[in-house]
């Protein structure tokens, strides 16, 4: 029977079927962080368990980490205690630790594939639901609990039922300041928060295969929010080219070897899927969202919808729009905002950067508006300076901050206060997520670099 | 960390009949920081139960001393968001033994069953009917009956079963979790990573 790429991955991992049951289910590669690690080692402890293979495992400090001043001790305590317990534990079974300060340390999520940890047809885990974003190299990578983040510290394995299979084709050429971070929003939009749960997506079509390895991990770090447990695309040359010579990617002959059977990963002809959506690059504009999840997205230049055309409850649609201050029917451009952020495992990486320079290069930041800007690793923050976007964000009155998650999820200081709008290039727009009282409107760099500039929600098309 | 054995559960029940209740509603991020699991039930549902304050917040359904039970009774498309276990482990430690909902998310739904809580589905039908039967009468009883698979509003009698794979369920009914499994095929989990390339 003609396998797809997931079937070929996910296959290709299971050590023993349970009957009735899930499959037990191996993992290459496994990220831990701060969060959602010591209570997995605290489990270790008490059941007087070792690591099983602690070079599969690699841990970095993001979540819960200052943006300024990262060469002072941190301040909070709590925040003190987790980053030392990953130092701690890592240090305890030889795990490889990039904690804060490291010259490798960044979000989990970018600094895994810039070093080349991340490969094609591999099995990656973590205690994060953003683990997705690696299936832009044709990876089975998922988000886990902390349970099985200790299962996979114990024996590098977890039990897993195999997901339902979905394929998303977005077929034709995007047109001017649409970016991938758009093409995800839309999709989520008309799948809605659930609409891919039980299902592993495989994206495909010429708008994927002619995408960066930066867009492609954009796309697939956003699947979770349509539900999917996780996202992948088939690796190519782009793939290829992105992972050679990275410090872990394999060398010499074993590089050779590596490609040759990445090459075999591809949905074949004839493969089924559950279900398989398809969409058209040409009805998709910049996106912005106005509600409190990631599936209440629109076009830029669209209203608000009326909770009659919603599927779903009215009464929780309603709630939605009260706690953002927004009516039914309102125009989403021109809207003051005061807060954005540009950064996080979604939109943290060089081109993230790159695009927002180009929007905001001779122009000034809005006096009113709040802007952070977070590289995601000091990989993406060294290529900032060499590459000049350093000097043009300073000259249009922005300043950047050190690596981290920072107000994705707002666990550090980084916090926008009640009330107060957010333009937001993360991942999640749930009530309180960017700080008690937060309101976000997730959207693309470009929408991000143009409200920082202007002060309202504005098209970014108009200022390229 | 193996946990309490779960056969069948007869509870009043708490309602909460909003959709897509996210891990971030569950237990906000900030409370995420703590190294042991410990005390999170105080923070579940913490920014719609809390004013900024700390004060309660009376309309929220917590916060109704008429209505309390081991069972939370959640809108569609439960647990959504974010991967972080401490939003079941809140519901656990709060005292819900189990979360009903027409739909769950799935990291959420497998994290429930990892620490011992029971998600249980219904159709959206028999979720109506059983918000119906609780705003009623608060008294009224659920009985979540693992081992037969059913869900019954005792008042009414109406019944529905639900669906769980045999292993986990087995685990259930036992206390037994999945790292007890896991802990008895290292052998086995040897010789498959032996085979690997990288």
Known sequence: ?464 | MAYDKFNILTSTAVPLPLENVDTDQIIPARFLKATERKGFGDNLFRDWRYNGDDTPKEDFVLNNPIYSGKILVGGKNFGSGSSREHAAWAVYDYGFRCVVSSFFADIFKNNCLNIGVLPVQVSPEFSEQIFNAIYEDANTEIEVNLQEQTITIKSTGAQESFDINSYKKENMLNGFDDIDYLQNMKGEIETFANGLML
């Open chain 1, 1 to 464: 029977m003609s396998k797809t790429l997931f079937d070929k991955v996910w296959d290709s991992h299971v050590v023993r079927k349970i009957e009735g049951g899930p499959d037990v289910f191996f993992i290459d590669r496994h990220f831990i962080h701060e969060v959602t690690s010591p209570v997995a080692f605290l489990g270790l402890k008490n059941r007087g368990m070792n690591v099983m293979y602690p070079e599969r495992t690699f841990a970095t400090a993001d979540h819960n980490t200052p943006t300024i001043n990262q060469h002072l001790p941190v301040e909070d305590p709590l925040s003190a205690n987790q980053l030392k317990a990953l130092e701690d534990n890592s240090n305890e079974y030889g795990i490889s630790h990039w904690g804060l300060g490291h010259k490798k340390n960044g979000i989990v999520h970018v600094v895994g594939p810039e070093n080349g940890i991340t490969f094609p047809g591999a099995t990656i885990v973590c205690g994060d639901s953003h683990t997705s974003t690696h299936g832009a190299f044709g990876a089975i990578a998922f988000g886990i609990g902390t349970s099985e983040v200790e299962m996979v510290l114990s024996t590098q394995c977890i039990m897993q039922p195999k997901p339902k299979k979905m394929r998303i084709n977005v077929n034709g050429q995007l047109g001017k300041g649409v970016t991938p971070k758009d093409v995800a929003l839309y999709i989520i939009s008309k799948l809605t928060t659930s609409g891919a749960t039980g299902y592993f997506v495989e994206y495909a079509g010429d708008v994927f295969e002619n995408m960066t390895m930066e867009g492609r991990m954009t796309v697939c770090n956003l699947s979770i929010e349509m539900g999917a447990r996780g996202g992948m695309i088939a690796p190519d040359k782009t793939t290829f080219e992105y992972l050679k010579d990275k410090p872990l990617s394999p060398k010499g002959e074993a590089w050779d070897a590596a490609v040759a059977q990445w090459e075999t990963l591809k949905t074949e002809e004839g493969a089924t899927f559950d279900k398989e959506l398809t969409f058209l690059a040409s009805d998709i504009e910049p996106m912005i969202t106005y509600g409190t999840n990631p599936g209440m997205g629109i076009g830029i230049s669209n209203n608000i919808p009326d909770a009659d055309t919603i599927e779903g409850g009215v009464a929780t649609y309603k709630k939605s729009l009260d706690y953002m201050g927004y009516q039914e029917n309102d125009s989403m451009l021109g809207k003051k905002i005061d807060y954005v952020f540009l950064g996080s495992c979604t939109n943290g990486r060089i081109e993230d950067f790159r695009a927002f320079a180009s929007i905001v290069k001779g122009k000034q930041k809005a006096d009113h508006v709040t802007a952070w800007l977070v590289p995601g690793s000091h990989e993406v923050e060294d290529k900032i300076k060499e590459e000049g976007i350093l000097d043009i964000i300073t000259e249009a009155g922005f300043v950047l901050r050190q690596p981290g998650c920072s107000a994705c999820l707002a666990m550090n200081d980084d916090k926008i206060p009640a009330g107060k709008y957010a333009v937001s290039t993360s991942n999640r727009n749930f009530e309180g997520r960017q700080g008690p009282g937060s309101r976000t409107l997730l959207a693309s760099p470009l929408v991000a670099a143009a409200a920082a500039v202007t002060g309202v929600v504005t098209d970014p098309r108009d200022l390229l």
